[in-house]
């Protein structure tokens, strides 16, 4: 039996098989908001390499499993898979495809079905192997340029703090944990690759690197609120101002943040139904204002809903409040919230890891460069309610 034609026409069925298993895996949460197309990526070029390796009539084109493979790592990586929900991807392939050959299968000879087993395994191997190559070439890549961003914004952040030394102590703290979690991990991974020896624990390996990846993206949003912040008591921001569609510039940052809110199971609410229809302002900086409040509201909402609500005021004003059903803010520390490096804490409660200080100290400077004014009330275990009044066209 030519067990090669058989995989031919059962391609289409194998490949839909597999995209619903790794749908359904709890442990492939990458797949879970992809596409077919995304999931099914480059792997029917591994089944058809497969065809033609099976076959005794054709020559076996490896080639296409390396080229096909190689491409499907470096997607992989720029989807945001980790190193388990792709090698757990393999084995669903390799799982489907002998469940779906096995009734073909055993009619065949012995020395036939084994011969096909092998080859159908030995090609997978292959293309995990190259897979992975290109998943680290890829996350190797984004470091660099990490590494390059970081090095340009420590540059500019040099500059500014030998001008202004009222923050240095606390900088120095927020960087020194994230920054020797850097240093550490990429001396540990340079020093393995100039062994030059084989590496046999590659998803120890792989580690080091997402490891190196979380904390320099956390070190590169530290520094970008601290540039933000300098920027700003440097008088360095002018106003673009521009007729701007509030409701809009609410929809599109509720729809960047609501994977984060997703993550903790809560819900956004959107009110707009009385927001101005038009109104003349920075665009980019209002933005900035609205993504902070409610990325501020999720980080220290646990559960519940975030609630934004816009509407127009007398006066030739509007404004927008975002409310949260979070752990609340006490009222000796409502009056220091706005300063920078200021974070709320309880005795049962320690800092947000990813907390800087600077988001709220950022919407104030901003809603006073708008021209505007914020007010918060808010309730320990209860919520809190930041309310932004702006008004409708900005004097020039």
């Known amino acids: ?72 790592g470096a997607i992989r990586a720029e989807q945001g898979y980790d190193p388990a929900e792709i090698a757990r991807e393999y084995h669903l392939l390799r799982t489907v495809i002998f469940d779906t050959l096995q009734a073909d299968l055993l009619e065949g000879t012995p020395v036939d079905i084994i011969r096909s087993m092998r080859l159908i395994d030995a090609i997978i191997d292959e293309a995990i192997a190259r897979c992975f190559k290109s998943y680290v070439e890829e996350r190797l890549r984004e470091l660099q340029q990490l590494q390059l961003s970081l090095t340009l914004h420590n540059d500019e952040l040099t500059r500014l703090i030998s001008a202004n030394q009222e923050y240095l102590s606390q900088l120095a703290h927020e960087l020194k944990h994230p920054l020797t979690s850097i240093i550490g991990y990429s001396d540990l991974f340079l020093r393995q690759q100039r062994r030059k020896t084989e590496i046999k624990d590659n998803y120890t390996n792989l580690e080091h690197i997402e490891r190196v990846l979380r904390n320099g993206r956390q070190l590169l949003h530290l520094i970008n609120d601290v540039l933000e912040l300098s920027r700003y008591d440097a008088g360095q921001i002018k106003l673009q101002l521009a007729p701007t569609d509030v409701r809009e510039l609410i929809n599109n940052v509720c729809e960047m943040l609501e994977p984060l809110a997703a993550g903790k199971n809560l819900k956004i609410v959107v009110d707009c139904d009385r927001a101005p229809q038009e109104l003349t302002t920075d665009p980019f900086q209002c933005q900035q204002i609205v993504t902070n409040l409610i990325s501020n509201a999720i980080r220290y909402t646990e559960s519940g809903t975030i609630i934004i609500m816009c509407q127009v005021l007398e006066n030739q004003r509007w404004a927008i409040a975002v409310c949260d059903t979070g752990i609340g803010i006490a009222p000796e520390d409502q009056a220091q919230i706005f300063e920078p490096y200021f974070r709320v804490s309880f005795s049962d409660r320690p800092y947000l890891p990813d907390s800087t200080g600077l988001g709220l100290a950022i919407v104030s400077r901003l809603v006073k460069l708008l021209q505007g004014t914020i007010n918060l009330v808010s309730e320990v275990g209860v919520g809190s309610t930041f309310t932004v009044i702006l008004p409708l066209e900005i004097e020039s």
């Open 1 to 72: 039996m030519d067990f090669s034609q058989v995989l031919a026409e059962k391609t289409d069925t194998i490949l839909d098989k597999w995209v619903i298993t790794v749908r359904k895996d709890k442990r492939i949460e990458s797949a879970d908001e992809l596409s077919y197309t995304a999931i099914k990526n480059h792997i029917p070029n591994v089944l058809r390499a497969m065809v033609t390796v099976l076959s005794k009539s054709q020559d076996n084109d490896i080639q296409l499993i390396v080229t096909a493979s190689f491409e499907h």
